[in-house]
């Protein structure tokens, strides 16, 4: 989708969408944001928040990105996008659920299994994805290297874990977990399906969405 589409489409978004929510726009320009879940999700352009959830503008706060991976709490990181969300939301949205949302077919996954070229093109991209190497240890030692799409599948999921263990070192989520003021949960979502699945603790494995309603 080139530039002059989005543009066009920008026009569709004011005469249809823009003008149904219109006093909502200018309510939550009055009010504020409050939304009540921090949704950490992949960049991949099929995995769109507001869009599996059904959910308006206001009610999600988003951070997106390569293979939805939570950095672990360190105190002396400089410049990462993904904590800072985290603390934002926590500390000054208070939003009281986190969810991380993995899903089928992930390129970050698959580049867990081929080495990144050393080079200044893909620097961080190659720093980046060390945050995914305890799922791929996972995954290896369960599946093996015998059936790749179960090694897949099983590399996605264990990544969901492993980015809600990060997330608990964070000093405000461990202590609002604790507290019972936070709520934090990991997705699987199926790209060539629609359909959702979600980490259950006390089984260890993921089952419809649909069962925890």
């Known amino acids: 989708m080139g530039v002059e589409t989005l543009i066009q489409s920008h026009k569709r978004f004011k005469n249809e969408y823009g003008k149904k929510y219109i006093n909502l726009f200018k309510e939550l320009v009055d009010k504020g944001q409050s939304p009540k879940t ?3 999700s992949c960049s991949d ?10 959910t308006r503008p206001g009610d999600l ?28 939301a926590l500390v000054h ?13 992930c390129g970050a996954c698959k580049a867990l299994y081929y080495e990144i070229p050393d080079n200044e093109e893909e ?5 980046w994805l060390r945050f995914g190497e305890d799922a791929k240890i996972q995954a290896l030692g369960l599946v093996g290297t ?8 099983a590399t996605e999921k264990f990544n969901v874990i492993e980015q809600i263990k990060n997330l608990l070192t964070y ?6 977990v604790e507290e019972g003021e936070l709520f934090v949960q990991g997705w699987y979502y199926h790209t060539e399906s629609g359909d959702l699945e979600y980490f259950n603790p006390v089984e260890y494995r ?8």
Do not use: W
């Open 38 to 40: 921090l949704f950490i």
């Open 45 to 54: 352009s099929r995995v769109v928040p507001n869009l599996i959830t059904m």
């Open 61 to 88: 706060f988003v951070t997106r990105n390569i293979g939805n991976f939570v950095p672990p709490y360190d105190p002396e990181c400089e410049c990462s996008a993904t904590p800072a969300v985290i603390e934002y």
């Open 93 to 105: 949205l208070n939003v009281e659920n986190i969810i991380v949302c993995g899903h089928t077919d």
């Open 123 to 127: 620097v961080h991209l190659r720093r």
């Open 146 to 153: 015998q059936d790749q799409a179960t090694l897949m599948s």
């Open 171 to 176: 000093p405000a989520v461990k202590r609002k």
């Open 206 to 213: 993921f089952l419809p969405v649909e069962e925890n309603v």
